[in-house]
């Protein structure tokens, strides 16, 4: 039986990014809405998918060039 441990590798740090990043939300954002209220957890979820935004274009850019080098060398 084989196993692809890069594979494994790169499946388990996409969720632990995940859940660190669902963790973050929920969690601040939750403590953000119970101490200040409303108006400041709306506020903070804005910037923080405002953050997400270049992470996102920088993960699609690196998914791109690994794409095309795939393409290019088949090994």
Request: hydrophobic residues 60%.
């Amino acid at each position: 039986m084989s196993r692809d441990l890069r594979k494994y590798a790169k499946q388990t740090n996409v969720r632990l990014g995940v859940g660190a990043f669902l963790l973050l939300v929920i969690v601040g954002v939750g403590l953000i809405y119970l101490i200040y209220g409303a108006g400041a957890a709306l506020m903070a979820l804005t910037c923080l998918l405002g953050a997400l935004v270049p992470i996102a274009l920088i993960f699609l850019s690196l998914w791109i060039l690994e794409w095309i080098q795939k393409r290019a060398n088949p090994d």
